[in-house]
């Protein structure tokens, strides 16, 4: 594996490629939390240049993307905040959420709270991660940009075709989260 210096190139790339393969017009992105250059690296893969890093989202400015790599008790406050910091019309924002395999019931109700102000709001899953997608616009699946998607160069683990796969479950967990997830 040519990737085995970076142990988690699979989550990098998910937590990166998938919203920005799937927003049509990226000008700011904000990327919440500590990450490493391996995943700043995946970022310089695509062509936004205004992509800023925060420990935490009192910011007084509006992004296409929010990526939040940070460990969070959702809840109707830190969701205001989401909303503030993010364009309304067509903005998506990327969170580690629950491993929706291990304790389905606590991922319904982090889908719950996070589904509340978008249209979309989906699980995926790869690896033993859940990130949660939600999006005022854009959906993962049905609006891969594929011009991008397609064309990324460097990845050890994201493709198109796993962008879309990420995203289907087993029955039992399609139907536990059917009316709560967003498609």
Request: aromatic residues 12%.
């Amino acid at each position: 594996m040519a990737n085995c210096g970076n142990k988690n190139f699979a989550y990098d790339e998910m937590m990166v490629h998938v919203p920005l393969c799937s927003h049509k017009d990226i000008k700011k992105i904000l990327v919440v939390g500590e990450v490493s250059s391996d995943f700043k690296n995946e970022l310089a893969k695509h062509k936004c240049k205004d992509v800023r890093f925060s420990d935490n989202l009192n910011i007084e400015d509006t992004f296409d993307i929010i990526l939040y790599n940070k460990e969070e008790n959702f809840d109707d406050m830190f969701m205001a905040s989401v909303d503030r910091c993010l364009e309304q019309t067509k903005g998506i924002f990327v969170t580690k959420a629950s491993f929706i395999y291990k304790d389905l019931e606590v991922s319904k109700k982090e889908l719950e709270i996070v589904g509340k102000n978008f249209w979309i709001c989906m699980p995926y899953s790869f690896g033993h991660n859940t990130l949660i997608f939600a999006s005022k616009k854009y959906h993962p699946q049905a609006e891969i940009v594929l011009h991008t998607s397609d064309l990324l160069e460097g990845c050890e683990y994201y493709n198109t075709e796993l962008q879309n796969a990420s995203f289907v479950y087993p029955t039992y967990i399609t139907k536990g989260i059917t009316g709560i997830a967003k498609r």
